[in-house]
């Protein structure tokens, strides 16, 4: 028996579990929704329409106007708001690896004198359809919902910067790079696991060799699919906000998400160190054993 490999059997668990919540995170609006990669906060985007409308009399959207109730059109908070929902824009869309998951900022949408930020919390009303090699697309849900609204306003009417779509355009490839290397994650680390089990009743060094070298696949595959998410979020956030701000679209990491991923990371990392420590002292061990061996013919 050989009792340090329960530590890896012990980390290879954690992480194989990790990795399947990384990628089933939101599957459904009670399922960790929570772990979003980017949450895309769009409920400002109507205030630019608010804005122009308030201070032209020549309107090109009375149509979405008109129906804004006059008691409020004199607030730009409350009439964004009430605009935001004729035209079935959510208050924020957030992405998860297979699919994405919206809803409304309760209580409100804006802090206000009885309502602190920190007060301010999400309530998730729907999720999209999981699919494999799902890559987040804002633009399409946004034009789909104003188009469902039917109030004639189209992303033009909200100056949505073509400069976001570009930005995540770039990242598609990556985020499909992610997914497939996560499904390789995942299988290596089962494959690790079976590995360290079968190493529980064995010793010597091959057999801790083996497990490295398994190993180190899982840790580079569960590492280059944390680092190129973690790259997709610091970098489509960024393009989001700088080009998105201006219209009232902001993007917030899913900071909880990079912890499970890189917490996985960690974990393979454990366990490579483990079977690195096994083959230095496995060799020793056989060798005072064969010493032992010797002493007791002698
Ligand atoms: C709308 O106008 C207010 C001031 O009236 C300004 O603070 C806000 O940034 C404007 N929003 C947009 C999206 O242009
Ligand atoms: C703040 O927002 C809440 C929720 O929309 C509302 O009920 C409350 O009246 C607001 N308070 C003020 C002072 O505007
Ligand atoms: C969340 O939204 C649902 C449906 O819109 C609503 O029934 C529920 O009361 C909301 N929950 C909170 C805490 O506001
Ligand atoms: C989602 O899946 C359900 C059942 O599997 C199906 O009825 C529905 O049309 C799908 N929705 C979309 C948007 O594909
Ligand atoms: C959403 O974004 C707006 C600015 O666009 C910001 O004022 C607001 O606090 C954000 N809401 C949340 C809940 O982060």
């Known amino acids: ?27 459904k ?32 959207l009375s149509s979405l106007w008109d129906k804004v109730p006059d008691s409020i059109k004199d607030h730009v908070d409350s009439a964004a708001s009430a605009a935001s929902d004729k035209l079935g824009i959510e208050d924020f869309y957030q992405a998860h690896l297979m699919d994405y998951c919206y809803g409304q900022y309760t209580p409100s949408e804006l802090p206000n004198a009885t309502v602190a930020a920190s007060d301010i919390s999400k309530n998730i009303t729907g999720c999209s359809n999981q699919t494999a090699m799902f890559h987040f697309d804002p633009k399409k849900i946004i034009e789909d919902a104003l188009a469902k609204s039917g109030t004639g306003v189209t992303l033009e009417d909200l100056n949505w910067p073509d400069d976001i779509d570009k930005g995540i355009d770039a990242l598609r490839i990556i985020s499909v790079a992610a997914f497939v290397l996560y499904c390789i994650a995942i299988a290596l680390i089962f494959v690790s696991l079976g590995a360290a089990v079968v190493a529980l009743f064995l010793s010597g060094r091959l057999s801790a060799c083996l497990n490295w070298m398994v190993g180190i696949l899982a840790f580079l595959a569960i590492g280059l699919a944390s680092a190129l998410v973690t790259a997709v979020i610091v970098k489509g956030g960024n393009i989001v906000n700088e080009k998105g701000n201006p219209v009232g679209v902001e993007a917030q990491r899913g900071n909880k998400f990079l912890a499970l991923t890189w917490a996985a990371t960690g974990l393979m990392f454990v366990t490579l160190v483990i079977w690195c420590v096994e083959i230095c002292v496995g060799g020793r061990n056989k060798r005072r054993n064969a010493r032992f061996a010797d002493g007791k013919q002698g």
């Open 29 to 60: 609006p009670s399922f960790m929704t929570d772990y979003p990669i980017v949450t895309l906060n769009t409920s400002r985007l109507a205030e630019g329409v608010v804005n122009r409308t308030m201070n032209s009399d020549s309107n090109p």
């Open 1 to 27: 028996m050989r009792f340090l490999a329960i530590v890896p059997i012990l980390c290879c668990t954690a992480a194989l579990i990790l990795s399947f919540l990384c990628l089933f995170a939101g599957h």
